[in-house]
Structure formats: structure tokens, C-alpha cells
């Protein structure tokens, strides 16, 4: 079959990326459930919003950390194995949560256990195989790889929520765990590691380029020095410190406490979680358009318009939900647009300074500080909901957090290029070339003359080539 496929005029990893995506759908699908199971729990156990909100924001934290060893376990061993091997334990806790009693098998299950593997199915799995597989059309598959999330929402919420009014919450547990179990086989059967396994090329690679090899590193020293290399640069900071926000304003806020939010204005928890449905038909348009916008425009200009939007699109809610449908909607166009529409730019912006070499793992843990955004908000909105009985606070929190993200992220790329340097391994020319354009940036806004522009340029080169072998 795969001999087959790999002869048809439609590259291979056109494949991998549906594969990838379904993967993720499944993944996005088990992480939108909390939403809806948060009532319906709170009804059977007695538990307040603050207990479930723990469960969730262990899952959270957990999917963001493993994320970074994730990467690292596929760049050691294989992406397939990974896959399984977390789809499994997504069928496997869902099916175990039907059977719980206390508050602490829901923290072991759905904090602990779904936490890992979703991890393990998130945005690193999505870097690595668009970095792999596409040289050309990358911005535009790793929109649609993030677009899953926004799928799984479309897909699974509507059908979740019904489940849980008509016939019980464990029956939409079930579902979800059906699920995981329906992709594994195809995951099995059809999906590989790099191009070269099958004797391609990454689509629109250069005939003379080489592939990365696989690496033989240890997966947990080659996370820490993931880190490590991160940690050294201004840039990581910048892009952890806005994703950190980005968490703390979608899956941390929104994805949890939305349901909940609309149910205490009214509305059925039905209806709420259409809505929620329909933000992830608008993050399905806005995610791809804003892959396809990462390849031909300035990222950070693109996030800093993403993170604009969605801070006064949170500014509105509380008066929307206590207004009309109408308004209601315009803050669902509005936020769904850019749900998740950040994912792609910052991955790019990852590739672009750390290398695509470094970007699975690096951009692993720039998505863990993400999640650790997510479980901050999940908790903290759970928290003041039982104090202050209302999410009023916490929606103005989150616009005015996004409004900070929209000047951190300008500031990318604006200072001190060293700690890009020591973090890309190996260097190359295109690497030389940009950090010294970088080091005589702004030649001609000073009203100097090409040449001595073009001579700056060589000497900045030439001193930043030297600096490399001074190292070795």
C-alpha cells in the first residue's frame, strides 16, 4: 500500500499530514470534554467548580510539559510509536473515568494520564512533522495541523454535550475513548518517520539538499538542552512569556469555563457548547488563513494583531453574555478567528532563530509555558468563580493580558542576536548571513551608501565566523 501511495502523483507527506491531523482532532476532541463533563459532575459528586478546575489544570500543566520529551522520544525512537502509544492511554483513562468515585481518580485520570498523552498529540507533534515533510507550503500545513483543535471542537462538542444531557456523561467518555481506539490502526498502518524512509524528499526540498538524521541523544538530555539553549535567548522569553498568555486566554479560560459562564447567564448547556463549537468553525478559517499569511508575512506583526483582537474580543464578553445572540456573536467571530490563529507564526518565528534542527523540542517547551498559562487561568477562573460567584474578572483579566502579549511580541528579534547564535547547531551560511545583516541593521535608515553598507555587512560576517571557531 504504501509502495502505491508513494508512486501517485500526490506527495507522501500530504498523507502524513491527514494522519497527523486526525491524530490530533481525536487528541483535541478529549481535551474540549472538561467543558462539557464540568456540570454534569459537579451534579453526581457535589464537587464545587474549583475541584473539577484542578483536575483541568493538572491536565493542562502535564500537556504542556511532556510536550518538550514528547519531541524528544520522537526524535529518538519514532513518531508513530509516540502516537500509539498516546492514543492508548487516551482510550485507556477515558474508559476508567466511567468507573470513579472520588476526586482524586479524576486528578490521577484526567489530570495525569490524559495530560500525558494529549501532550504527546499537541503542537510539537504538528512542528515536527510540518518541519520534516514541507520545505514549501510549511506555514500553510502547520495552520492546518492546528486547525485540528478547532475541528475536534466542531466535531466532538456538539456530540459530546448531547451525549451527556440524553444519556449520561460516561456515555460521552465512551465516545472519546471509541475514538482514539478507531485512529491507532490507521496510525499504525500508514504512518513514517522522514521522507528519505520512503525515498522522497520533504515536498518542495531542494534535489541537493541533505536530511537531518535521526538523532541518537538521549530524549531527556537532549529536552533539558533544549532549554538550556532557549533560556540563553531574549527571543525564547518573548515567545514563552505571549504563548504563556495565549494558554491563559483559550484552553485555560475559554475552553473551560465558557460553558460554565453561559450557563449562568441562562443559557442551556447545550447551546453553550454549540457556541463553543461554532469559535472552532471560525478558528478553523482563521488557523489556516493564518498559516498561509505566516509564509508570506512579518510573524510578529501577525501576532501582535492576533493578540490585539482577542484581548477586545475578551473585553466584551461579560457584557455579551448578558446581552442579546447578536452580541454574542460578534464576540464569537471575533475570538475564533484567532483562537489558535498564533500557533503557526510562532512556530515559524521558532524555526526562523533557533533552526529546524532544534524547533521540536525548543518549540516544546515554549508550548509548555502555554500550558502552564492554561492551568493558571483554569484554576485561577475556577477559584474566583466560587469566591466572587461570577467570570467577570477573569474575562477582563485575559483582555488586558492579550493587550500585553500585543507589544511583547514586536519586540521579537529586536535585541541582542548571542544567545540565537549559541543555540543554533549546526551553523550555517543562511544562519551567518541574517545574524550579520542583523549586527548592520539599519545602514540605510543612517543615509549611508551601499558600498559602505556592503563592507559593513562582510565585516560583520567575517567577525561573526570568527566568533564561531574562537568556540570550538
Same mark, same amino acid.
Given at each position: ?21 486526525? @491524530?490530533?482532532?481525536?487528541? !483535541? =476532541? ?6 462539557? %463533563?464540568?456540570?454534569? $459532575?459537579? #451534579? +453526581? ?126 456515555? @460521552?467518555?465512551?465516545?472519546? !475513548? =471509541? ?6 490502526? %490507521?496510525?499504525?498502518? $500508514?504512518? #513514517? +518517520? ?279
Amino acid at each position: 500500500m504504501i509502495a502505491r501511495l508513494t508512486r501517485s502523483r500526490l506527495h507522501y507527506g500530504w498523507i502524513i499530514a491527514a494522519i497527523t491531523f486526525l @491524530a490530533l482532532l481525536t487528541s !483535541a =476532541g478529549m481535551r474540549s470534554t472538561p467543558g462539557v %463533563l464540568m456540570v454534569p $459532575l459537579e #451534579r +453526581e459528586f457535589g464537587w464545587n467548580t474549583a475541584t473539577v478546575s484542578l483536575a483541568v489544570s493538572i491536565n493542562l500543566v502535564l500537556y504542556g510539559l511532556s510536550g518538550p520529551f514528547a519531541a524528544a522520544l520522537m526524535e529518538r525512537f519514532s513518531i508513530r510509536r509516540v502516537m500509539i502509544a498516546a492514543l492508548l492511554l487516551i482510550a485507556l483513562a477515558a474508559s476508567l473515568t466511567t468507573i470513579m468515585k472520588a476526586a482524586w481518580q479524576l486528578d490521577l485520570l484526567w489530570g495525569i494520564m490524559v495530560g500525558l498523552a494529549t501532550g504527546s498529540l499537541a503542537s510539537v507533534l504538528a512542528a515536527i512533522v510540518a518541519n520534516r515533510w514541507f520545505v514549501q507550503r510549511r506555514g500553510l500545513v502547520m495552520g492546518l495541523l492546528t486547525a485540528s483543535n478547532a475541528t475536534g471542537q466542531l466535531v466532538f462538542l456538539p456530540l459530546l454535550a448531547s451525549l451527556a444531557v440524553t444519556m449520561g456523561w460516561r456515555a @460521552a467518555a465512551w465516545v472519546t !475513548a =471509541g475514538a482514539a481506539l478507531l485512529i491507532a490502526p %490507521l496510525v499504525a498502518l $500508514l504512518m #513514517r +518517520e522522514r521522507p528519505g524512509d520512503i525515498g522522497l524528499r520533504p515536498y518542495g526540498a531542494d534535489p541537493d539538499s541533505k536530511e537531518v538524521a535521526q538523532t541518537t541523544a538521549n530524549p531527556l538530555t537532549a529536552a533539558l538542552q533544549g532549554l538550556t539553549r532557549g533560556l540563553r535567548s531574549r527571543d525564547f522569553w518573548l515567545l514563552a512569556g505571549s504563548f504563556f498568555i495565549c494558554g491563559a486566554t483559550t484552553n485555560g479560560l475559554i475552553g473551560t469555563h465558557l460553558i460554565p459562564a453561559s450557563m449562568d447567564h441562562g443559557i442551556p448547556e447545550v447551546t453553550a457548547a454549540s457556541m463553543l463549537a461554532l469559535i472552532g468553525v471560525f478558528d478553523l478559517i482563521g488557523t489556516t488563513i493564518s498559516g498561509w499569511l505566516s509564509d508570506r508575512l512579518d510573524n510578529r506583526w501577525l501576532l501582535c494583531w492576533y493578540y490585539g483582537l482577542r484581548g477586545l474580543s475578551l473585553l466584551l464578553l461579560p457584557y455579551a453574555l448578558g446581552s442579546t445572540y447578536l452580541t454574542l456573536a460578534v464576540f464569537i467571530v471575533f475570538y475564533g478567528l484567532d483562537w489558535v490563529a498564533t500557533v503557526p507564526p510562532t512556530t515559524r518565528l521558532t524555526a526562523d532563530i533557533f533552526g529546524k534542527r532544534n524547533v521540536g523540542i525548543v518549540f516544546g517547551w515554549i508550548f509548555a509555558a502555554h500550558q502552564l498559562g492554561a492551568a493558571t487561568a483554569s484554576f485561577g477562573a475556577g477559584v474566583l468563580r466560587t469566591v466572587l460567584g461570577n467570570y467577570q474578572v477573569s474575562f477582563l483579566s485575559a483582555g488586558i493580558l492579550c493587550l500585553v502579549a500585543s507589544g511583547m511580541v514586536i519586540r521579537i528579534g529586536r535585541g541582542s542576536r548571542d544567545a540565537e547564535l549559541l543555540a543554533r547547531e549546526p551553523y550555517s551560511w543562511e544562519c551567518y548571513c541574517w545574524q550579520a545583516s542583523q549586527d548592520c541593521y539599519g545602514v540605510e535608515h543612517h543615509h549611508q551608501s551601499w558600498r559602505t553598507a556592503c563592507t559593513r555587512f562582510c565585516c560583520a560576517l567575517i567577525q561573526r565566523k570568527a566568533a564561531y571557531w574562537q568556540r570550538q
